[in-house]
């Protein structure tokens, strides 16, 4: 059961961090003060955001954060700038909703 349960949690991740993209895209695409928030999003692609948020608080936050990092640290040799910052971005956010472990918090416990 536990490969399954990893490939789900790995494929969360990789939809929120997605999400954060369009995000930012928005920014750039629509017109100043129009984009760069959630809710420049079509109104399904929110709610779908705020099912994965729901279903992200199942994992520990020490697990949350490691594979955001594992996951920023592999698009950064690939050179994918775009998930990079949106994976920094869902981190913070996740930080701020006590679902991922700050990053001090977690070298001083995990590393």
């Known amino acids: 059961m536990g490969i399954f349960r990893d ?3 790995g494929r969360l991740l990789t939809r929120m961090t997605t999400v954060m993209v369009e995000i930012e895209e928005s920014r750039v695409r ?3 003060g129009a ?7 079509p109104i399904r692609r929110q709610s779908e955001f705020g099912q994965y948020v729901e279903r992200i608080a199942k994992w520990p ?6 594979e955001l990092c594992k996951n ?6 690939l050179g994918r700038r775009d998930r990079m910052e949106a994976i920094g971005r869902l981190l913070d956010l996740l930080i701020n909703a ?4 700050p990053w001090d918090d977690f070298e001083r416990s995990y590393l």
């Open 30 to 32: 629509l017109p100043i």
């Open 61 to 66: 936050r020490h697990e949350v954060t490691r």
């Open 72 to 77: 920023y640290l592999l698009n950064q040799r």
């Open 7 to 9: 490939v789900a949690f």
């Open 35 to 41: 984009g760069g928030g959630l809710d420049s999003l």
């Open 98 to 101: 006590n679902l991922a472990l």
